[in-house]
């Protein structure tokens, strides 16, 4: 008779427990079909079909700044295509556009969280880097400027890698050592 | 209740016993050179201007103090502008690079089994050139940096505005400290006693590793009658050391010249 009863109540949980689950399948799926739809962050390029590229960066930035401008080729050995220096907020920063957003993906992929190390080649910096992604590019800022990383944050959201990612948790600071 | 209490006096007496506990690994993931038998030596080449020789050198007999490896100094192989690698050995160069934010680099180059198998190393004149980075201490710490990298070594800390940590593979905005940042420190060695601990079935290095007796016979006069080795070319065959004549105003250089063995 307990047992019956046990039985009843368990089989009770399961139909319980699949309907919580449809439940919440549903709920995101609608939610998911509504971020679809949503208009995108304003100053970000819709990707799937005009993925952002340098003119469209430099556009994006001059809105910001018209003092921005285009510099002098910048070829770095860790990344596959050479770049363009570009003044922005009175800063060098570097700007990589590749020939599609997979080519942008893989390279991006190669860059370690912490900006220290791409692919097998690590780099001493002369301040602080911060790498970017937005469609076919990635915007290379070595620096400290509130404003240019302002700018570059408008225009391309967070970072994807920079001082603020470390690769290694925190150590305590070594004077404590 | 007893069990415990031991537990965690073990925890407090290991915390004090090793407070550099925090920094036990800065090896470069799984990448080294291999090799079937220690210590070896790693040939890099210079293809540095003048103004780099001496702290190529400085750089070299650093390394050259761990027990698992000597480095020694051999002809270039490429341009310094293009540093192009070649296959054994870690290409040094010094160049005009730009503008592009890196004082000094590394890159190295692997095989299918995570073994090293050549490397370069660039130094930025275009910053070292500047009142900021044009001083013995900034020279140093990238010098000594950079091969370090190629020899499978990650930065102990990458924050460059706490204390130094003594160690040239610690980010700094003081090279000079104190502690200096321009040598390795005892952590570095036992990082490479670490890495290269075990022994590969094959060899990446171009030149061939040393047996036994030579690594006594470096070390012996390293410390002995001749006083400290400033230079060592040739692979390793001709060899200058530097010893204090005793009164403190002179110094006795002994130029060596080994025999094949």
């Known amino acids: 008779m307990a047992g019956g009863w046990a039985r009843r109540r368990l089989a009770g949980g399961s139909v319980l427990c699949s309907l919580v689950c449809l439940l919440a399948a549903a709920h995101f799926a609608t939610a998911n079909e509504a971020r679809r739809d949503a208009p995108l962050p304003k100053g970000k390029s819709s990707f799937a079909t005009n993925p952002m590229d340098r003119a469209g960066l430099i556009g994006q930035l001059r809105a910001a700044d018209a003092q921005v401008r285009e510099g002098d080729p910048v070829e770095q050995p860790f990344f596959s295509v050479t770049g363009t220096f570009v003044q922005a907020g009175g800063e060098d920063v570097q700007v990589f556009e590749y020939p599609d957003t997979a080519a942008a993906d893989a390279q991006s992929a190669q860059v370690s969280r912490d900006g220290h190390t791409i692919g097998r080649t690590k780099m001493q910096w002369i301040g602080s880097p911060h790498f970017y992604r937005g469609g076919r590019v990635i915007v290379l800022y070595v620096g400290d400027s509130r404003n240019v990383l302002q700018m570059l944050e408008a225009a391309l959201g967070a970072p994807f890698a920079g001082p603020d990612k470390p690769d290694k948790p925190d150590k305590p600071d070594k004077q404590d050592r | ?261």
């Open chain 2, 1 to 261: 209740m007893k069990t415990r209490t031991r537990f965690c006096l073990w925890v407090v007496v290991v915390g004090f016993a090793f407070p550099n506990l925090a920094l036990a690994t800065h090896a470069w993931g799984p990448y080294h050179w291999a090799r079937t038998a220690n210590p070896f030596t790693l040939s890099l080449g210079d293809n540095v201007s003048s103004a780099w020789d001496a702290y190529l050198s400085e750089a070299s007999l650093d390394w050259s103090q761990s027990a698992v490896f000597d480095s020694t100094i051999v002809a270039g192989s490429t341009t310094p502008k293009r540093c192009r690698p070649k296959s054994g050995r870690v290409e040094v160069c010094n160049a005009i690079y730009g503008g592009n934010g890196w004082l000094g680099l590394a890159q190295i180059w692997i095989d299918g089994g995570n073994h090293i198998t050549q490397g370069t190393v660039k130094l930025n004149d275009t910053y070292f050139n500047t009142a900021t980075y044009n001083t013995p201490g900034w020279r140093r710490l990238v010098m000594c940096q950079e091969p370090g990298h190629a020899l499978g070594l990650d930065h102990q800390d990458e924050n460059s505005t706490n204390a130094n940590l003594g160690s040239c593979m610690d980010y700094t905005n003081n090279p000079l400290g104190p502690p200096s940042n321009e040598h390795p420190n005892q952590h570095d060695y036992e990082q490479l006693d670490g890495i290269y601990a075990h022994v590969d079935s094959y060899v990446t290095l171009g030149y061939k590793a040393l047996g036994a007796p030579s690594l006594a016979r470096n070390r012996a006069w390293r410390s002995g009658q001749w006083g400290r080795l400033i230079r060592s070319t040739h692979g390793g065959l001709t060899e200058l050391y530097e010893m204090d004549a005793g009164d403190g105003r002179h110094r006795v250089f002994t130029h060596v010249i080994w025999a094949q063995e």
